[in-house]
């Protein structure tokens, strides 16, 4: 599966974690908001609002992953010089291509 659509399911499966979460909490709230407990009452207006924003995030997040540039496929000659280049810098650390004065 490529990454893009790894990551787009992953938003979507956030998306509906945070949506069973919200309605579940909203229920609770205002089973308990309705049985005498006044401080609820702001909870229940509370969770649809979180709810409300996990979608806008979600929407947010999906629109930047659809609009994301896909990256170019690998040069191997850009490889090559970054091992090269790489190896080099192995030796500089290592003090081999130093002089020792």
């Known amino acids: 599966m490529p990454a893009k659509n790894k990551n787009?399911?992953?938003v979507y499966f956030g998306l509906a974690l945070a949506e069973a979460l919200c309605w579940t909490a909203f229920g609770f709230e205002l089973d308990r908001a309705l049985t005498g407990n006044r401080l609820s009452w702001a909870y229940v207006f509370e969770w649809p609002?979180?709810?409300l924003y996990a979608l806008y995030m979600a929407r947010k997040m999906l629109r930047e992953e659809r609009s994301?540039?896909?990256a170019p496929p690998a040069d191997p000659a850009e490889d090559a010089a970054?091992?090269?280049y790489?190896?080099?810098l192995r030796t500089?650390?290592?003090g081999e291509g130093t002089d020792s004065r």
């Open 92 to 94: 500089v650390h290592r």
């Open 49 to 51: 609002l979180f709810s």
């Open 8 to 10: 787009i399911l992953l």
């Open 86 to 88: 790489n190896e080099y």
């Open 82 to 84: 970054r091992a090269a």
């Open 68 to 70: 994301a540039p896909v």
